[in-house]
């Protein structure tokens, strides 16, 4: 993942860690402006995250059993 200083500098003073132990996240995409991201894992349905407020936005459900 490549994170532009611009982003990096907004985030600065920032606590946005997450920490869970049954949290798995295989993949992620942040959006052109830095303020979403979506985060993929094979444990569960893929997740669009804010960033300026650190909480989910939408959970994305699916009935897909396999990998698609």
Not at 2 to 12: C, E, G, H, K, L
Request: charged fraction near 15%; hydrophobic fraction near 35%; charge should be negative.
């Amino acid at each position: 993942m490549r994170f532009d200083q611009q982003f990096m500098d907004s985030m600065a003073g920032r606590q946005n860690v997450y920490s869970a132990d049954e949290m798995k996240v295989d993949c992620c995409l942040l959006s052109h402006n830095n303020s979403y991201v979506v985060t993929g894992s094979s444990s569960g349905p893929p997740q669009v995250w804010d960033m300026h407020v650190s909480s989910t936005l939408l959970r994305i459900s699916t009935s897909h059993r396999t990998v698609v």
